[in-house]
T-cell receptor
Framework: EPEVTQTPSHQVTQMGQEVILRCVPISNHLYFYWYRQILGQKVEFLVSFYNNEISEKSEIFDDQFSVERPDGSNFTLKIRSTKLEDSAMYFC???????????FGSGTQLSVL | GDSVTQMEGPVTLSEEAFLTINCTYT??????LFWYVQYPGEGLQLLLKATKADDKGSNKGFEATYRKETTSFHLEKGSVQVSDSAVYFC??????????????FGKGTLLTVNP
């Protein structure tokens, strides 16, 4: 079965630094998502992306966050100035159509020190 | 807003035991309901789904029935195996009102099955 690939699997950064989390969605997919899970809490929706623009974002997704599909294969999440509370597992997901199966990557564990 | 509440874990069972993981939801309209599973070191995978009231989703021996009257979607399996050890997430997708089909998840329930 095709896979969504996320790199790195673990990232450690200092508070205030910028991080970029990378995802390679499945090649013929059109809808892209980022979710996150803070330890012990629910998996939360961050943002959805379609046709090279954000289609929906949550209140968590403030000006500190941005997404980009720079080259037609990668889908990145940038956190501009990380805070301690950004420490979480970040999941990328993609699907071909809105009514089709959503595929998740295995996540990037971000630790902000 | 939409929300999902699922049974707190962890749940520890012996092989061949019966499994129930409770899940209830709050949503406007008629959401689709899902169970996702995350095996160690892997991403979330769709286990089963139901898109309307009284639908039963099933896969790999797991079942869940969409109960609109009790706003529930409990996951069951008659005889668990060691290989079922994973984190199970209940989720809903509100397919209207511009939600763009995003998923709202519960916290997840860690299941450990001992031989």
């Amino acid at each position: 079965e095709p896979e969504v690939t996320q790199t790195p699997s673990h990232q450690v950064t200092q508070m205030g630094q910028e991080v970029i989390l990378r995802c390679v969605p499945i090649s013929n997919h059109l809808y892209f998502y980022w979710y996150r899970q803070i330890l012990g809490q629910k998996v939360e929706f961050l943002v959805s992306f379609y046709n090279n623009e954000i289609s929906e974002k949550s209140e968590i997704f403030d000006d500190q966050f941005s997404v980009e599909r720079p080259d037609g294969s990668n889908f990145t999440l940038k956190i501009r100035s990380t805070k301690l509370e950004d420490s979480a597992m970040y999941f990328c997901a993609s699907r071909r159509g809105l009514n089709e199966k959503l595929f998740f990557g295995s996540g990037t564990q971000l630790s902000v020190l | 807003g939409d929300s999902v509440t699922q049974m707190e874990g962890p749940v520890t069972l012996s092989e061949e035991a019966f499994l129930t993981i409770n899940c209830t939801y709050t949503a406007t309209g008629y959401p689709s309901l899902f169970w996702y599973v995350q095996y160690p070191g892997e991403g979330l995978q769709l286990l089963l789904k139901a898109t309307k009231a009284d639908d039963k989703g099933s896969n790999k021996g797991f079942e869940a029935t969409y109960r609109k009257e009790t706003t529930s979607f409990h996951l069951e399996k008659g005889s668990v195996q060691v290989s079922d050890s994973a984190v199970y997430f209940c989720a809903l997708s509100a397919n209207s009102g511009g939600s763009n089909y995003k998923l709202t998840f519960g916290k997840g329930t860690l299941l450990t099955v001992n031989p």
